[in-house]
């Protein structure tokens, strides 16, 4: 990435235009703090632009009006595209928000492919139109797309959370402006590409980069008939408020503080490889990161020192270097809200184990070293607040039941996992601990299944046939008596 790349133009309407404004986006590289790209900062008038060529591809274009399978072949050649150029994605990616390669390859741009598959294959099984017998009338019930979306994404895992909007977006026949993030815009032009070698008519994928400003103004314009938002819980409030405005339908997938148990059973063999990459995954800049671990106080000591010898190992480097494991935050006020939280929970009383600095390997690049603390109670503030940073917790606990009660005590309900010998009793805690995903032994989502959260989480879900619900609406048609019948 020693080339900059500079984008002058918006991908409005399918084609690259002119803004309005002079304005200009600069992406800097985590890893050597020097400028990799520009895009133009999208104005007021772009996003009017970009909602009026979504608005007449809806109204007026081919693409709601295409049968099921002609769509879906499109969202196919979509899929492919990311399924071959992986890498290429990829590289893009880490170099914009410093994510490790190896994470990338999967998230970023394979993990995207995979999504815009799983909504093909979840369209072909919705049930878009059914009979049903009325109490005084038979009926038809048809499920058609909910027109506009404003999917406005954050720079962690920008295409796989564009991917996520976007497929069923598309397999339902809905049009599109897509908000990218500041830091990680550059991707949004692949895609742009992608789509329109795809043969995505005219206007039904619209790019406006911007801040949180110009966002406001999108997610509030009234020719958008549904927001689809993803980041922090306080910008996802701001974007309830101003689409409730308009009565505009929302999701929003926002922040976690998820607990991994570790039940007294647990073979740490299993347990400590399997649980410790999600604490830590994408430099601990996931939503999804179980950040709190609970350690049962009978066996304390062990797991604890297994924990701390695993972080002790991590490869923290260049993020384009395939045997980096942690890389730099997106940016220096990531990297400084990282070491804030280490300066306040060694202030609470937390034991701070492991790392708690700069890495001395990386005299440039944000960098915070894989930072794990242990003998945190659950009303500091590094085991409550949603740090976004390489930021560990171990919580001692005496039984189960005190375990469920510690995840729980949560302003957040978005994941978690137990891990224990005994996979019945490990559904049993899952079935205890609010959060919109939970895993036994393992940890991570299934594209098949819903994805979202309960409390300050967010609100709806997902993937799956959830996830696509979330695209359309439904229409009641009211038959003349004896219609349908032989």
């Known amino acids: 990435m020693a080339d900059v790349l500079d984008y002058g133009q918006l991908f ?13 986006i600069e992406v800097v590289s985590p890893h050597t703090e020097q400028v990799i790209g520009r895009v133009p900062h999208a104005s007021k008038a772009d996003v009017d632009a970009a909602v009026a060529a979504a608005r007449r591809a809806f109204d007026e274009g081919p693409w709601p009006r295409m049968a099921l399978e002609e769509r879906l072949e499109i969202v196919g050649r979509i899929k492919d595209a990311f399924m071959t150029r992986y890498d290429e994605i990829a590289k893009l990616i880490s170099s914009e928000n410093g994510s490790p390669y190896s994470w990338s390859i999967f998230a970023q741009s394979m993990g995207a492919g995979m999504l815009y598959d799983t909504a093909i294959n979840t369209a072909r099984a919705y049930q878009w139109e059914e009979s049903r017998a009325g109490v005084l009338n038979p009926l038809i019930v048809r499920r058609e797309p909910v027109g506009v979306v404003a999917a406005v994404v954050p720079w962690n895992v920008p295409q796989f959370v564009t991917a996520a909007k976007l497929g069923p977006a598309f397999a339902a026949g809905c049009t599109v402006v897509l908000k990218p993030s500041p830091e990680t815009p550059l991707d949004a032009y692949i895609l742009a590409e992608i789509c329109k070698d795809a043969g995505l008519p005219d206007g039904v994928l619209n790019i406006v980069p911007a801040d949180r400003e110009v966002s406001e103004y999108l997610v509030g314009h009234p020719d958008i008939d549904k927001v689809a938002f993803t980041g922090s819980v306080n910008a996802g409030k701001r974007i309830m408020e101003v689409a409730a405005r308009n009565l505009t339908r929302v999701t929003l997938e926002l922040g976690g503080k998820s607990a991994a148990i570790i039940l007294p059973d ?80 060694q202030d609470e009383g937390a034991k701070l184990l492991v790392g ?36 560990v917790c171990l919580l001692p606990y005496g039984d189960e039941s005190e375990a469920v009660k510690i995840a729980n005590d949560s302003e957040y309900g978005l994941s978690g996992s137990v891990w224990t010998e005994d996979v019945e009793r490990g559904l049993g805690v899952a079935r205890q601990v609010r959060t919109g995903t939970y895993s036994v ?31 359309v609406e439904s229409k009641s048609i009211v038959m003349p008596k004896g219609y349908g019948e032989a």
């Open 12 to 24: 409005i309407g399918g084609n690259l235009v002119d803004p309005h404004g002079s304005d200009v």
């Open 266 to 345: 647990a073979d740490l063999e299993h347990t400590v490889p399997g649980l410790m990459p999600n604490a830590f995954m994408n430099n601990g800049q996931a939503c999804v990161s179980q950040t709190r671990i609970l350690v049962p106080r009978s066996r304390y000591d062990e797991i604890s020192e297994r924990i701390a010898a695993w972080v002790s190992e991590l490869v923290v480097g260049d993020p384009l270097d395939p045997a980096t494991q942690v890389g730099p935050l997106v940016a220096d006020r990531q990297r400084q809200r990282s070491l804030d939280y280490i300066a306040i929970a």
């Open 356 to 391: 708690g600095g700069r890495p001395a390997s990386q005299p440039t690049g944000w960098y915070v070293e894989p930072t794990l603390f242990g003998d945190v109670d659950n009303s500091m503030r590094v085991a409550r607040e949603e740090i976004f940073g390489p930021v």
């Open 441 to 471: 032994n393992t940890y991570g989502v299934d594209f098949n299944g819903p994805f979202g959260g309960f409390k300050n989480s967010g609100i709806g879900r997902e993937f799956g046939l959830e996830g696509l619900s979330a695209y």
